[in-house]
């Protein structure tokens, strides 16, 4: 990792926004309230994720009189993980603090979390919102979402997709996020060696415009946490993670037709079995694997990651 540049301010405040035209014009106001308040130098950006409704205008005019106000306009909608990415690489500040354009998340709680990042000498805190204010369906999956990552990461936490946290810049530069990936930073960053927190946090109900959840979200971040339980397993190596697969298939092919050598070796007839078939498969099966992983290997080691968005306008 780069050694990181000197920060330009305090605390960058990272907004990523999906259709929020009517929801920014309050929001930004109780932002500079609540980080005015702590005497700190800040800095706020906003990454509109290819709005259709004149986000990106409604941000145009409210920076017009602010300097510290920023944005960065997607050419499409190419998701929050995207949307935090960006706002990450452009952040200048000595911490990072994010939060939703929807109005739910309270920006007077961003100094109670800069103060417990301090104080706890943790390097992320993650808002929990103990009392959401969302239907029963969301509240409920959530609950599952959370135990189950919980169970997965070694990670205790009650709120992982709370999107009010705070962060030390150390953690925004190393986390690299994609797809739904952003729901899983505390677990990123606790997998990656930081320390983390959890705080109480209030939530309101959404005002304006109507909610991004649904199943497909759902569905997808479950997968994606498939993808944090194979970053955990793979012990940094591909070949970590498919060669004890395929080794695994390789002794149990082993045994199966070790028996059937010695049941040939003793003058006993062959026969086309499904048994022996199995042993034949599974010995396949672990070269498989293993090449997998060799080429995985070459993969990994030859890659140069690059992010996958488009920046089509800039503030």
């Known amino acids: 990792m780069a050694e990181l540049a000197e920060p330009a301010c305090d605390v960058s405040v990272v907004i990523p926004a999906y259709n929020e035209a009517e929801s920014l014009p309050e929001l930004i106001p109780q932002v500079e309230e609540a980080l005015r308040g702590t005497a700190r130098s800040f800095e706020i950006w906003i990454v509109d994720d290819g709005s259709t409704d004149g986000t990106f205008t409604a941000v145009e005019a409210l920076a017009a009189d602010r300097p510290h106000l920023h944005a960065l306009g997607f050419g499409r909608n190419y998701g929050k993980a995207a949307a935090l990415a960006a706002g990450f690489a452009a952040a200048r500040g000595r ?15 961003i100094p109670h979390l800069l103060a417990w990042l301090e104080d706890g000498n943790l390097d992320l805190v993650s808002g929990w919102k103990q009392r959401r204010k969302d239907g029963f369906v969301k509240n409920q999956t959530s609950r599952l979402f959370n135990w189950v990552t919980s169970l997965t990461a070694g990670l205790r936490l009650h709120d992982y997709n709370c999107g009010l946290k705070a962060y030390r810049a150390e953690v925004t530069d190393s986390v690299r996020l994609y797809g739904e990936m952003h729901r899983y930073v505390p ?3 606790h997998l990656a060696g930081f320390r983390v927190g959890e705080l109480p946090v209030r939530h309101h109900a959404r005002r304006y415009g109507s909610t991004k959840y649904g199943p497909a979200r759902f569905l997808n971040g479950f997968l994606d946490l498939l993808t944090v339980l194979f970053l955990t397993a793979r012990g940094r ?27 040939w070796l003793t003058g006993h007839g062959l026969r086309l079995r499904p048994l022996l078939l199995l042993g034949v498969a599974l010995v396949l099966l672990a070269v498989q694997f293993i090449s997998l992983g060799l080429v995985a290997e070459l993969i990994v ?5 690059e992010h996958e968005y488009r920046v089509a306008r800039r503030i």
């Open 95 to 109: 911490y990072v603090v994010t939060l939703d354009a929807d109005l739910q998340d309270d920006p007077a709680e």
């Open 187 to 189: 677990a990123l960053a």
């Open 237 to 263: 190596s591909p070949l970590h993670f498919f060669g004890r697969l395929g080794l695994l298939f390789f002794a149990g092919g082993a045994v199966i037709d070790g028996y059937f050598l010695v049941y």
């Open 301 to 305: 080691a030859g890659r140069h990651p």
